[in-house]
């Protein structure tokens, strides 16, 4: 057995073939195995982690099936030739078809045959068994694995994007990655993520046929003795180099996403200009120190460049939990989650005041959810979801406003007119991009800078398909990200990342620009003061407002008011009974023609609400349907409510929303409202709650 030097963990025994005819499941169990599988553009998941099978004459030998919260680093015999089918499946796809790069097309992907792929882990106990068999696949169909073991979402990602650009003859050149990993499920549960060389995983129109083809080789009654053999055919010496050079590679891993990190952070290409925005940030945390508590929950990203990073920016850390698999709480950082790195902030705050902030990371790494310190209060805070993604958004686009400023400042005022017209961005067309459970207030964030929203169907693939669309028509798109369900993605990454996340608030709160003297707040501000549309005042905190030692709780004060559903709410998803949802949505609109006639005068006289209309979301496209519900088919649909203002005329002032799982009967529904209080919220929810379940009676 060869152990991981960093962890003491086990990589995997280059002698032991997982898998033999001696021990070798059938293929019914297979097909049963297969069953809770699911197949998706965001991940290939299931459980996997598994326990030895108690015999009435109390030996132990099998291995059965284990629960969802199971520890257990033993997978089952039958999830053995799972996995190296979906190896096969990701291998013969690297075989006959060339990566794709950023700018290139899907069909521009089929040319030439690949020759090495990165694989990595995140820190679930089944994740050396999988990649044990995986590797072995790679290497027997003849593909390089530069192993990382445990690695982070992100940052498995930016390095393939680096080694991707490579010459192919370069021993660290690859062509794709595999990465394991089940995100925020449970500690059982576990699965895979497949991605090329563009910093991102597949998107979707490449991901379905993959799934045909895992489909197809499911669907051998030969499969089982075609997984022993592919298992069988790598080299033991091949295997024995592969899983001895993880720390290589990993060093590897560590040093292009440090470098790719500078480059998301600052918006910068320059390794020079990269320097001068990054030192603008480490002098505002210098002048006004400020620390960070990371609660790391055991995850990928307590072998990552966090501590580093951070510190390098002269920001305090304080670290717990920060050692592979030490969960400490579950692992979606939401909700109770949170509490412990509060409890933690809490206490390092009466030790030293300049702690504000603290991040909770899932088990991948790829999303962090926050918790500051609130002065007033006296107590530590836990965010929500889509305040994270409003504050994000509140960062990058006020820091664009100040090189805005700057290009003013160096061109002077008669050459600047030319350049910047209306907004606070100038002549660019700018671009946020966010999922269809956002809540609008995001639309209000974005009028303010002369920014556009553009909504695709939940899924971080589709979003970040709709920008990528966007920028070939010339939309500049610096942010965008799921906004329901926590973290941000920043331009050029194409994944979430908590240090994008945490970066965005060191700029709300110790970033100033050099030449204009003014900070990402004070812009914000500003823009806030006046509504950008009408040109008349908002209710928002003007810039008479601002003061120099600011916290994060001032800014949040001058957040839009928006009273927004929790995704991860139990009340959030609803068991039906249909498992067509065309056909849901198609009574859910009868129900509704007939509730809004009844209820639209106590909707006026409570909300305001005068008029609505219905949008669907599917991939990246959204479009009205308010004559047919059912065009959302397994979409989201949102039914939009509009008022009329004093201010500015008619705006969209909320919504309720509704989309199906593909897997299962469930829906998942939401609330969102303009100004509202949570008994607010709490009645639209209500409200969409009854009409979706009289829509399943039908």
Known sequence: MISHPATGFDIGDPEKIPLSKENAPTYEGVLRAAGSLVLSASGWRKVFAALPKTNKDGTKDELEQSAEDSLSPAISAEDKVLCALMAKTFADYLCTCKPLNPVATVEDARVTPTRAVILGI???????????????????????????????????????????????????????????????????????????????????ELVEPLIVSFRSLLARPDCVQMAIDIMSAADTQKISACYVATSTWKRRAVSAYTLFTHEVVTGKKSLEEQGEFLDALAQGCQERPIGVVGELNGSARSLSIDKDYLEGLGVRTLWYNDTPRAFAHRIVPEGESLLPCAAKLELARDSDAAFELGYVPDCDGDRGNLVYYDPNLKRAVTLEAQEVFALSCIA?????????????????????????????????????????????????????????????????ANVVALADSLRSQGWTVRILGEGSNGGNITYPSRVRDPLATLSAMLKLLRYKDKKTGKNPFEIWLETSSVDYESAMPTSSAGADHYRPDFCLSDIMATLPRWSTTSVFEERAMLRVASTNHAELKAAYQKVFLREWEQQKAALHE?????????????????????????????????????????????????????????????????????????????????????MVKEADKS
């Open 122 to 204: 995140d820190s679930r106990p089944t994740g050396p068994a999988m990649a044990d068999i995986f590797a072995r696949v790679f290497i027997g169909m003849g593909i390089e694995v530069h192993y990382c073991y445990i690695i982070s979402a992100p940052e498995i990602m930016a390095y393939a994007a680096s080694a991707g650009r490579l010459p192919p003859e370069d021993e660290p050149h690859a062509d794709g990655f595999a990465y394991i990993s089940a995100s925020h499920n449970p500690p059982g549960h576990n699965g895979v993520k497949f991605g090329l060389t563009t910093g991102g995983v597949l998107p979707p």
């Open 606 to 690: 409570r909300f305001g609400i005068e008029s609505w209309r219905a949008l669907a979301t599917n991939g990246i496209f959204e479009k009205d349907v308010s004559s047919d519900f059912a065009q959302a088919g397994k979409g989201g649909l949102r039914i939009v409510f509009s008022g009329t203002t004093v201010f500015s005329g008619r705006k969209d002032i909320a919504f309720l929303w509704m989309r199906g799982s593909g897997t299962e009967p469930v829906l998942r529904i939401m609330a969102d409202i303009a100004g509202g209080s949570a008994e607010d919220e709490a009645y639209l929810l209500d409200w969409q709650t009854w």
């Open 396 to 460: 990058e686009l006020a820091t664009m406003a100040l090189e805005v400023r700057d290009v003013r400042t160096r061109l002077g005022a008669e050459n600047a007119d030319n350049l910047v017209e209306k907004s606070h961005l100038g002549n660019l067309r700018v671009a946020i991009v966010v999922n269809d459970a956002t809540s609008m207030r995001i639309e209000r964030i974005a009028r303010q800078f002369g920014a556009q929203v553009f909504r695709a169907e939940t899924g971080e």
